[in-house]
């Protein structure tokens, strides 16, 4: 499986995001209006339907929304494979301040990885989720888009390049959504989600102020991915690999 893919061309992404403020009570009275527009669709509920407390809870969801949430960090990785050895390296962008981060992912994106023909992306769920996010959060921010990333209006063969180990493993079924918690499991590869997981971002970094330990877990999702990516290829992840 993916035989042209030249795994040491590949650029192993994860992101972690939570609410652009720390509760529903912070949110700006501006902004407040447009998310209580969203959460009608978030609880699927007419305005009558939502009560306060609801409306309260469901800004806990605000954060895989990039109108309405910010990305605190972006862990990417690449493999290095010497002697039929591999290694993974892995770098964090993190950051209380959005715009720092994202301008230095543009740069690593602009200076390394920048040719269509040669390099490639790749996450878990990274078509609906990671990409689209980085890019509105980018332009929100006013940072130009890298060359790989700038795809509006682009053919779906014509970012082929965007590696999403979800989307392989459905084969064509449309139906499947399978998280990479399980698809580890399967494949027994050591879980990325032993401390907390993605639902515990948003309090892990408002209420304990604990950036670090965000990353760490958005580092292990990236190694995860590339053994996964390793196990769809039938390559063998060395005992040591973290």
Not at 87 to 97: E, G, L
Request: glycine letters at 4%; proline letters at 5%; one cysteine or more.
């Amino acid at each position: 499986m993916l035989d042209y893919v030249n795994i040491s061309n590949v650029l192993f992404l994860d992101i972690e995001t939570v609410p652009q403020y720390p509760s529903y009570e912070d949110v700006p009275e501006d902004a407040l209006a447009n998310w209580q527009l969203k959460a009608k669709q978030v609880l699927r509920k007419s305005p009558e339907e939502i009560s306060d407390e609801e409306y309260i809870a469901s800004y806990n969801k605000a954060g895989i929304y990039a109108e309405f949430g910010k990305i605190i960090c972006i862990s990417v990785g690449f493999l290095n494979i010497q002697d039929g050895e591999s290694k993974i390296r892995v770098k964090s962008f993190a950051n209380r301040d959005e715009k720092v981060l994202l301008s230095d992912f543009a740069d690593l994106m602009n200076k390394y990885y920048n040719n269509p023909n040669k390099h490639y992306i790749c996450g878990h769920n990274i078509k609906e989720f990671d990409m689209p996010y980085i890019c509105r959060r980018m332009l929100i921010n006013g940072i130009k888009l890298p060359r790989l990333l700038d795809i509006a209006g682009k053919k779906p063969w014509e970012i082929a390049y965007f590696l999403d180990t979800m989307l392989l493993w459905q084969f064509g079924d449309y139906k499947a959504y399978t998280k990479l918690s399980v698809l580890t499991q399967v494949f027994n590869i050591p879980t990325p989600k032993d401390d907390i997981d993605g639902s515990q971002v948003g309090k892990v970094f408002w209420e304990d102020d604990d950036l670090e330990r965000i990353t760490i877990y958005c580092e292990k999702d990236v190694v995860a991915t590339a053994q996964l990516l390793m196990k769809y290829k039938l390559m063998s992840i060395p005992e040591n690999m973290p």
